[in-house]
């Protein structure tokens, strides 16, 4: 049993929330995100940073791509430093520790191509989602520098025996729904086929595979396909747990019986204005999720914010890590 984090915490001391991260989630310390320091540091611009071949630059209206290499932004080209910056940061915080030395595990987080499609806009206006080549042509870039970008940190913690990628989708159910607006705010874009999206997860999955990573694909969003994220090759599926329907417990328990992940958001995101949970709490609220299902802890279950930590303050924020691992430690 071990806990993690989601990816987004509040703030801008990208060092600091290295240490607080490396500190508090020993078992499991993931590569922080801090969107507080803008467009080029959220989710979508931390993603376009890792496109091979595909270039952007930010609009008044976010993110819009802009051609093949050689077209980037001035934004495009400081989300792509800021990100090596950023790994710089953490190289350094883990020297002589097992990221390093051998044995350790550590976790990075990147949008997947659905949240991506449904977030950037293509050239000549309107998001990716309204053109079949586009959505091909951004999944395939995503693939291919979620590649390189898993060498670039196994470069540089070599000692990270265990390395999990999460993919983010977010945006995913509504993308199947036809639930994404058009430009224009009137209408909706076209609900997306079941085997392309598929496909594009699966190039993105795969290209996490075949480097030796293991894929997660997490989202907060209720109404997220479970069974299809595994059929595309997630080995991790990262929930939150009050979004679940009935047959989404169905789908996480095959999965822990198969042997796969299930990362379990059982924490509020942000600090509750009822009664505040406790490990204590929270380790009661796990034991009887596991016993509904028929299963014990043994499985692989990591413990997690039910999202990211963005909107909180940092006082909320370490609270919730710390109780993660102290129930983690209990459930073990």
């Known amino acids: 049993m071990r806990a993690t984090g989601v990816g ?20 499991l310390p993931h590569l922080p995100e801090l969107p507080a320091r803008g467009a080029i540091a959220n989710m979508t611009g931390r993603a376009l940073a890792v496109l091979d071949g595909l270039d952007a630059d930010l609009q008044p209206a976010g993110w819009r791509l ?6 980037a932004g001035v934004d495009h080209r400081r989300a792509r430093s800021l990100l090596a910056q950023d790994l710089d940061t953490v190289e350094e915080l883990v020297q002589d520790s097992p990221l390093t030395s051998g044995g350790g595990a550590f976790k990075i987080q990147v949008a997947g191509p659905w949240t991506l499609a449904a977030t950037v806009e293509r050239p000549r206006g309107d998001k990716l989602l309204a053109d079949h ?3 091909r042509d951004l999944a395939q870039a995503l ?22 990628v999460q993919v983010d989708e977010p945006a995913l159910s509504a993308v199947l ?18 085997p392309e999206a598929s496909q594009s997860l699966e190039w993105v999955l795969g290209a996490i595979a075949d480097e030796g990573a293991i894929p997660w694909v997490h989202s907060c969003a209720p109404g997220t396909p479970l069974g299809l994220l595994r059929k595309a090759g997630a080995k991790g599926i990262s929930v ?31 600090d509750p204005a009822g009664t505040t949970p406790t490990d204590k709490t929270v380790t009661e609220t796990v034991e009887r999720w596991l016993d509904m299902l028929g299963l014990d802890a043994a ?31 209990h459930l073990a």
């Open 177 to 194: 729904n036809a639930q994404v607006p058009t430009a224009s705010g009137f209408g909706k874009h076209r609900s997306i086929d079941l």
């Open 66 to 71: 802009t051609g093949t290499s050689g077209s």
């Open 143 to 164: 693939a291919e520098g979620v590649r390189t970008h898993v060498r670039d940190v196994r470069r540089r913690l070599p000692g990270a025996d265990t390395l999990v």
């Open 8 to 27: 987004s915490l509040p703030g801008e001391d990208y060092a600091e929330a290295c240490r607080i991260v490396l500190g508090e989630l020993q078992d």
């Open 240 to 270: 939150d747990l009050t979004q679940l329907a009935a047959a989404d417990h169905d789908d996480l328990a095959t999965a822990l019986e198969a042997g796969d992940t299930v990362a379990l958001g059982v924490v509020p995101s942000v």
């Open 133 to 135: 080549g586009a959505r």
């Open 299 to 329: 499985y692989d279950l990591v413990l997690t914010p039910a999202c990211g930590l963005a909107g909180a303050d940092w006082r909320w924020a370490r609270t919730v890590l710390r109780i993660l691992t102290e129930s983690a430690r």
